[in-house]
């Protein structure tokens, strides 16, 4: 049975997470999906080599070695080394749940054309505990073009390519601007433009929570990554963001603009250095629109 299965090749850039990777490969290891799965770790460049730790893994992943090139950059060359039929992406620090990969392959599967999946996700401390009641995104979620380029529902480490999907849109963007932040999320824009969106409304996902963890709790950084992810799918094709969005770059930058403000206050930020941070950004975006 498990001949019939489609291959899938897990990618894991890392970049001092030798603390973690053990226990991200741990979990790799655990899934209960039958089929092939093949694990390349990209080591891009770190001191601590995370490579050496992920060789050394019963689960004998293929090390890629590269000079540190950015996330985005590893990524690439990961998917360029892959051979499965599907693509997921795990970050070194980040754990799965063992049912992730059968659960959305199964999905996947069904939809009778090249897809891309993605799953509900939860925070945790390295200690195991939940870092907060909430799960992400919402169980209520109608995933669409539109509703993404509102919001970036898509934590990288859920999910999960059609590998023509990736073809087809080029890999993650990897413009200076983006390395500052939202490379994963132009690419989610770009594959939703060209194919189906599967959510799976089930936790399957842990990301942890440290100090040289990417998730994001600084929200005029989450803006300047949204803005230029919005402006590199703009660059990638004019039509289908006017047409598909539903909005004008403008508008979608404005109502970004009003999310930001709304987390800002939520979290009683007074800093008067933050709100000039964000009403600079917020010019600085309004000003490139097209």
């Known amino acids: 049975m498990a001949a019939s299965l489609p291959s899938v090749t897990v990618v894991i850039p890392a970049f001092r997470q ?4 053990r226990g991200c490969l741990d979990s790799v290891a655990a899934q209960s999906y039958g089929g092939q799965i093949e694990v390349v770790v990209v080591d891009d460049g770190c001191p601590e080599r995370s490579g050496d730790v992920a060789a050394a893994h019963p689960i004998s992943p293929k090390v890629i070695r590269q000079p540190n090139s950015g996330v985005a950059a590893a ?7 892959s051979t499965g039929r599907y693509v997921a992406f795990l970050d070194a620090d980040d754990r799965w749940h063992p049912s992730k990969l059968k659960i959305q392959i199964e ?3 069904a939809q009778g054309a090249p897809a891309f999946s993605f799953t509900r996700y939860r925070a945790i401390h390295p200690s195991g505990q939940v870092a907060d009641d909430q799960q992400h995104p919402s169980a209520s979620l109608q ?5 993404l380029a509102r919001q970036n529902f898509v934590g990288c480490s859920t999910a999960v390519v059609h590998r023509l999907c990736l073809e087809e849109v080029g890999g993650f963007p990897d413009s200076t601007a983006l390395r500052r932040g939202g490379q994963d999320y132009a690419l989610w824009l770009r594959i939703a433009s060209i194919a189906p969106l599967v959510f799976i ?6 990301y942890m929570v440290h100090p040289g963890s990417r998730v994001g709790n600084d929200a005029v950084k989450n803006f300047d990554g949204a803005v230029y992810a919005l402006r590199s799918f703009q660059a990638w094709s004019e039509e289908r963001f006017v047409s598909l969005t539903g909005r004008s770059y403008r508008a979608l930058v404005g109502l970004r603009a009003l999310d930001m403000a709304r987390d800002l206050k939520r979290r009683s930020t007074l800093d008067v250095r933050t709100w000039r941070r964000a009403a600079r950004s917020c010019w600085l975006a309004l000003a490139s629109a097209r």
Do not use: K, W, Y
């Open 18 to 21: 030798a603390t973690f990777v």
């Open 75 to 81: 990524r690439n060359r990961g998917i360029a080394e």
């Open 107 to 109: 999905r996947l599967e």
């Open 143 to 147: 995933p669409s073009l539109q509703s």
């Open 201 to 206: 409304p089930e936790v399957l996902v842990d």
